[in-house]
């Protein structure tokens, strides 16, 4: 693999960066469409960065965006933990211009375990260990039924990061809604910005974070339907247009 380091745009849910990369961050940044995201390539070297643009100021700016990070070495599931947390901010308007978190595994030889439960709250909202498969009553199940494209927002999960069983963050968890098949989906925030949904019952664990897993029963295959978001492509898509993930 090449050491050479080449100046790509990276993008982040408020904006992007344009930074000196290596063939190694690169594949990190590739989440299988044409674009680089800087999420999972975690912390840059800001004398790499030659220039940033923020969605909220609509401008582009010489250097590096300030780099602000955490490490709270917290253990998020068995055998993973989180051992750096940080943004992208904007120099100008202090927005976010992207966010990573950084995570290792103890024991290497040991694959990562159910995800820690999470502590108990002080204000009234539901502790979930396991994926639920029912929709909280404070919605009127008319309501439910009539509407199956409405989303049910459920404040315990929503704000969590969902990451894939390879620990790599896929986004963030937004609200549970019902598709055009009844079916129930997590809605979440993709890392660069855009919405997308993932059947429920691929979530193997919600703590702290959302892991995903294969689902126990494997479905009939559809041509051109998305292993992630479940978008159905037409036949002979490389890429989702849903989500931008290779099929």
Not at 61 to 70: A, L, V, Y
Not at 164 to 192: P, R
């Amino acid at each position: 693999m090449s050491a050479e380091l080449r100046l790509k745009k990276l993008r982040g849910s408020g904006g992007y960066v344009m930074a000196q990369v290596s063939d190694e961050q690169q594949m990190k940044g590739n989440l299988g469409g044409p674009d680089l995201f800087l999420a999972p390539i975690g912390r840059l070297d800001s004398t790499k960065i030659t220039k940033h643009f923020c969605n909220t100021c609509e401008k582009e700016f010489e250097g590096s965006p300030k780099i602000e990070f955490e490490n709270p070495n917290e253990e998020v599931a068995e055998n993973l933990v989180l051992a750096e947390r940080g943004q992208y901010i904007c120099n100008s308007c202090s927005s976010v211009i992207a966010e990573y978190r950084q995570f290792k595994k103890p024991d290497e030889a040991v694959e990562v375990g159910n995800a820690k439960p999470l502590e108990p709250q002080t204000q009234s909202t539901t502790n979930i260990s396991e994926p639920e498969t029912t929709i909280p009553t404070t919605v009127p199940q008319t309501e439910q039924t009539t509407k199956p494209s409405s989303s049910t927002a459920i404040s315990s999960i929503e704000g969590r990061l969902v990451f894939d069983e390879n620990a790599n963050k896929v986004g963030t968890a937004k609200q549970v809604g019902i598709d055009e098949t009844q079916s129930m989906v997590l809605v979440i925030t993709q890392n660069d910005g855009t919405e997308g949904t993932i059947p429920w019952k691929n979530i193997r664990k919600v703590g702290e974070v959302i892991l995903l897993g294969n689902p126990e029963s494997t479905p009939i295959a559809t041509p051109g339907k998305c292993s992630s978001c479940g978008f159905v492509n037409k036949e002979g898509s490389k890429f989702c247009e849903e989500c931008g993930t290779k099929l």
